[in-house]
């Protein structure tokens, strides 16, 4: 039986744009993939705009907590979505790398995060459920 692949998503705080791609995917796939997320310089928090959001979908996020990536994460990941193009990881990715653009919702409120949060959704559709 093959393995089923792990994305890991990251962005900067991994509070509001790695937080909220992890949870469409597995709110997507299913268990076609294993979603992770982390950031180079963890908030404290994920972004309670973001959090909001996504339980408008049914999912609970408010219990995860931002974490900073690991080589060990990067070694284990099959696909690794930077959020925000250029970011300098600890180390090099072992898998494929992919870079979206998406702005950081760091300072917005659930109405301007929800089309955010439709746009990174209609991306992860594109990207790894058409596959």
Do not use: Y
């Not at 949870?23 to 180079?40: I, N, P, Q, V, Y």
């Not at 990536?69 to 990067?74: A, E, F, N, Q, Y």
């Not at 970011?87 to 998406?102: D, M, Y």
């Not at 301007?112 to 596959?131: E, G, N």
Request: with cysteine; net charge negative.
């Amino acid at each position: 039986m093959p393995s089923i692949p792990t994305v890991l998503f990251i962005c900067q705080h991994n509070a509001g744009r790695s937080q909220l791609a992890a949870a469409l995917l597995e709110h997507l796939a299913g268990d076609r993939f294993t979603a992770k997320s982390a950031g180079l310089s963890p908030a404290e928090e994920v972004n309670p705009a973001v959090a909001a959001t996504v339980a408008e979908l049914g999912m609970d996020i408010t219990d995860r907590l931002p974490r900073a990536v690991t080589p060990g994460d990067l070694e284990a990941a099959d696909v690794v979505v930077l959020m925000k193009p250029g970011l300098a990881l600890p180390s090099a990715p072992r898998g494929e790398v992919l870079e979206w653009s998406f702005p950081n919702p760091e300072a917005w409120d659930a109405d301007a995060v929800r089309p955010f949060r439709d746009a990174v959704s209609h991306k992860i559709k594109t990207t790894f459920l058409a596959r």
